[in-house]
């Protein structure tokens, strides 16, 4: 039971003491690549069963695997922004296993020398706070196909489409310390990806999945044994599945038991973990050199040209938006998130107030999509628009909260906030005569009121604040409001 | 002359028999052991060979491994693809449920 309030996040209050988690991920990612791995079959999501399937995934005997260079340029580029070591020879292993949706009997990957070695990532927290998360490998594999197990009720129905796609298997450090941890981690690899293009990172559809590896111990003591949780598709299961397996462990643990090493599903609707292999057949891959595939190799040159054509990446951009524009780092990093964010952040904030802008965006923008379901694709508000609006907040034009209500006009209509404004004449009033005329209306029809603020109810300044600004039907300048009233009250 | 590290015993073969999906019919498997056993010893003698100083050797020819660009150039073969299959339906192959 978690009974201590001020328990770190990832840490479980057990009977007997404070348990924390170690957390290692792989992270499957498939490559944004037309064709296959070792075939020139398409690797399009969606189409018709086995129409993406050559003789060489359906492993007809005699078919050679060619390896497509667009994937080893990919996984390159993956290596150098994780600052990763690119290993210049590497070397495709066969990993031997039954099962219906394989057909060679094996998936081609990478065991003893991976294309990409260690590297570092730095991993942005909800709290604003940064932790580095190390890499322990990259290499590229084969992907599987897909079983249906509920088309028939003694029957598997097998599609071979995805069979031979390439995907970048990328092992982080046993560093992570928490479930949020390794949310945020995912997100930054994700965001990486798709800075550089090497993956759409579309988890709905599969392109990115991780396995989770999870253990407990007590703090400073060795590392647990751990269990695998495989295959999940969003970060908010990534985190559910983590912290449920973690308090499992304590709950055996503490009870005097023993932690078996085995591989365990997420049960999405119990938001609990089962376990999935028998343990009897443990496995056992008898990995080998592939001997279809010589090693992989490529020089140094080939890996510079494509460090050269690296863009700019969220880190390296999180800085410039900080220093260019005067936001927060915990806004800049959520504005970086997506390539798109930034893009048209720039875009709204070039020549305004940059932490404004910041906060209509990520406030008021990301709130209004969430709510109306659209993604930031489909934005009703152009960039051009919001900083606009901005631009009319900051010179006075219109108030803050009347903003708000141009705002959701633009969301409804797309139109302009300018033409918004003019149409419903909301321009801001800050001329002193027409404020004074509702001020003098106000303290004529509130005379009993006035009566007692100026007996001393100061509290009362806020109601003839609020029915000034009323009668203006908000219009009224609050600043100017504010002084007048002052002056007439006194 | 087998090697003492690379002794195969019923045990092993049980395994890799289990993780090769091969039914060994009982009365085979101690001359099965025994084979394995020579086959592996005759492959021993190679250990005499100090190779510690040498890079593995991953082809004869000289050859690098042949690239190919990104291009979709085969698929949209599925009749062929489903030809040899026992049972088929709507484009899936169709197998004994694989499920537990």
């Not at chain 1, 260079?69 to 150098?80: D, H, N, S, W, Y």
């Not at chain 1, 410039?320 to 780092?329: A, N, W």
């Not at chain 2, 394995?36 to 690098?64: C, M, R, W, Y």
Request: hydrophobic share 35%; with cysteine.
């Amino acid at each position: 039971m978690n009974v201590n309030s001020t328990l770190k996040p990832g840490n479980i209050q057990g009977e007997t003491g404070i348990w924390e988690m170690v957390i290692g991920l792989e992270i499957h990612a498939q490559i944004s690549s037309k064709s296959k791995l070792f075939s020139g079959a398409s690797a399009s999501f969606g189409s018709e069963a086995n129409r993406n399937v050559s003789l060489v995934d359906a492993a007809m005997p005699g078919m050679l695997p060619v390896i497509n260079e667009f994937c080893v340029e990919q996984a390159v580029k993956t290596g150098l922004a994780l600052n990763a070591k690119i290993n210049n020879v590497s070397v495709f292993d066969r990993k031997n296993y039954f099962y219906a949706d394989l057909p060679q009997g094996y998936q081609i990957s990478q065991f003893t020398k991976p294309i990409v070695g260690e590297g570092e990532i730095i991993v942005d927290l909800d709290d604003g706070e940064q932790t580095t998360i190390g890499i322990e490998r990259l290499h590229l594999e084969q992907d599987a196909g897909k079983s249906l197990h509920d088309q028939h009720p003694t029957k598997s129905y097998i599609d071979l489409n995805r069979t031979g796609v390439a995907l970048m298997e990328i092992v982080s450090k046993p560093d992570i310390r928490s479930p949020q941890e390794a949310g945020a981690y995912v997100k930054k690899i994700r965001s990486i990806l798709r800075y550089i293009g090497a993956c759409d990172g579309n988890m709905e559809e599969g392109s990115l999945r991780a396995d989770c590896n999870v253990s407990v111990r007590k703090s400073g003591e060795e590392f647990g044994t751990r269990c695998e949780i495989k295959n999940l598709n969003s970060i908010r299961f990534i985190i559910q599945a983590i912290q449920s397996e973690a308090e499992r462990q304590v709950d055996i643990l503490e009870e005097g038991g023993t932690i078996d090493q085995e591989t365990r599903l997420f049960d999405t609707s119990t938001g609990e973990t089962r376990s999935m292999r028998s343990k009897e057949d443990a496995h056992d891959y008898r990995y080998f050199p592939d001997p279809d595939l010589l090693p992989l190799e490529f020089s140094e040159s080939w890996v510079q040209d494509i460090k050269e054509k690296l863009p700019e990446l969220p880190d390296s951009l999180k800085k410039r938006l900080v220093k260019d524009f005067g936001i927060t780092s915990y806004d800049a990093s959520i504005l970086v998130e997506e390539k798109d964010y930034v893009d048209f952040y720039q875009q709204a904030a070039n020549g305004r107030d940059g932490k404004l802008t910041a906060n209509w965006m990520i406030t008021e923008l990301f709130g209004a999509l969430k709510k109306d379901n659209l993604s930031f694709s489909e934005s009703p508000i152009t960039s051009e628009n919001l900083g606009e609006l901005i631009y009319l907040i900051s010179n006075g034009t219109i108030s803050g909260k009347i903003a708000k209500e141009v705002f959701s006009e633009m969301m409804k209509s797309k139109k302009s906030p300018s033409d918004i404004v003019k149409e419903k004449g909301l321009e801001q009033v800050s001329d002193d005569t027409e404020i004074l005329k509702l001020i003098d209306q106000v303290i004529s029809d509130n005379q009993d009121k006035v009566n007692e603020y100026l007996s001393g109810k100061d509290k009362l300044f806020g109601f003839f604040v609020g029915q000034v600004m009323k009668l203006s039907q908000g219009k009224a300048n609050p600043g100017v409001v504010n002084k007048l009233l002052k002056e007439k009250l006194k | 002359m087998p090697n003492k590290d690379t002794i195969v015993d019923v045990p092993t073969v049980n395994k890799i028999a289990r993780l090769s999906r091969l039914d060994i019919p009982e009365v085979n498997k101690e001359s099965l052991t025994n084979d394995l056993n020579n086959i592996l010893g005759f492959v021993a003698q190679l250990d005499e060979v100090d190779t510690s100083n040498v890079e593995p050797l991953a082809s004869v020819t000289g050859h690098k491994l042949p690239l190919r660009s990104d291009d979709v150039n085969d698929g949209n073969i599925e009749d062929l693809i489903l030809k040899n299959a026992p049972e088929s339906s709507s484009g899936f192959f169709v197998v004994p449920k694989v499920i537990e």
